[in-house]
């Protein structure tokens, strides 16, 4: 089975940085998308960033200019990087990855506070 596991979640000052990283185990195919959602408390989760074969990008309109989402197909891992955040991008941050099928990591927190 497939598993992604995230990592480089935290707590960080506003304006800090921060990279969260994504590997895929259990496959040896890569993924036709793979991105990072996150959901705040009270709040639906939502698309942040994704990367698609070829290595067109998508970003939600909030991330634009501060997040970078980038991609290792040699090692089925996925990196975001996220500049200047703010403590509106506090939120459990969670993996995805889309083949045949939907996978999900359990999330990693991010929070934004002095």
């Known amino acids: 089975q497939v598993q992604l596991v995230e990592s480089g979640g935290g707590l960080v000052q506003p304006g800090g940085s921060l990279r969260l990283s994504c590997a895929a185990s259990g496959s040896s195919a890569s993924f036709a998308t793979m991105g990072w959602y996150r959901q705040a408390l009270g709040k639906e989760r939502e698309l942040v960033a994704r990367?698609?074969?070829?290595?067109?990008?998508n970003y939600a309109d909030s991330v634009k200019g501060r997040f970078t989402i980038s991609r290792d197909n040699a090692k089925n891992t996925v990196y975001l990087q996220m500049n200047s955040l703010k403590p509106e991008d506090t939120a459990v941050y969670y993996c995805?990855?889309?083949?045949?099928?939907?996978?999900w990591g359990r999330g990693t927190q991010v929070t934004v506070s002095a």
């Open positions: 990367v698609n074969n070829g290595d067109s990008t």
């Open positions: 995805h990855a889309q083949r045949f099928t939907s996978y």
